[in-house]
């Protein structure tokens, strides 16, 4: 079925279909300050593209993967560029200015932790400003605040849910395991 799939879609898009995302993704690859000596591999080409898309409609976006496939590189090299008009390419230029709410994921993480950081993220970005600034919430080492005996991360579900979509920020986790799939599907 996902080669049929496949195959109406390039016909629809006159084959261009399974190319577009790697097309995307290298065009806001080369759009980004990147430091010498990065390699434009595919976990990185996918965690920038993912991120770069997740993060400018506030789509929360948990990526998982082993160290070492780019996970925090992608992530800093976005926020490094998404300056809104101080950024140095035009496309940044463009797009909200990204103002970052860090935290860190330990074992001895606690829900209430969880939701201070939530709320300092909330206070940077006034509603009426959400079409010029994105507040982001970048939670790292995930799988480490799942393993806390203090169960914190029962807090993200109702916190990642908007119904009247004020006050939302853009949600990124990051961890070196797959988390419990009740918080993946969030």
């Known amino acids: 079925e996902r080669d049929e799939m496949n195959s109406k879609l390039c016909d629809i898009f006159q084959d261009k279909f399974t190319k577009f995302p790697e097309e995307e993704s290298l065009d806001i690859a080369s759009r980004v300050v990147v430091r010498k000596g990065i390699a434009y591999n595919a976990a990185f080409l996918n965690n920038l593209y993912g991120l770069f898309v997740c993060v400018n409609t506030r789509v929360p976006v948990i990526i998982c993967g082993k160290p070492g496939c780019s996970k925090s590189l992608s992530m800093q090299i976005l926020i490094d560029s998404m300056k809104g008009e101080d950024s140095e390419n035009y496309l940044f230029k463009n797009l909200p ?85 009740s918080k993946m599907n969030r």
């Open 97 to 181: 200015r990204v103002y970052l709410t860090s935290f860190q994921g330990a074992k001895t993480t606690t829900s209430q932790g969880v939701l201070n950081a939530f709320n300092k993220a909330r206070k940077l970005v006034p509603n009426d400003q959400q079409d010029k600034l994105i507040s982001l919430l970048f939670f790292d080492e995930m799988g480490l605040a799942e393993i806390s005996e203090n169960n914190p991360l029962k807090v993200i579900h109702s916190e990642l849910e908007y119904d009247d979509h004020k006050n939302k920020i853009a949600f990124v986790g990051i961890s070196n395991w797959t988390l419990d799939a």
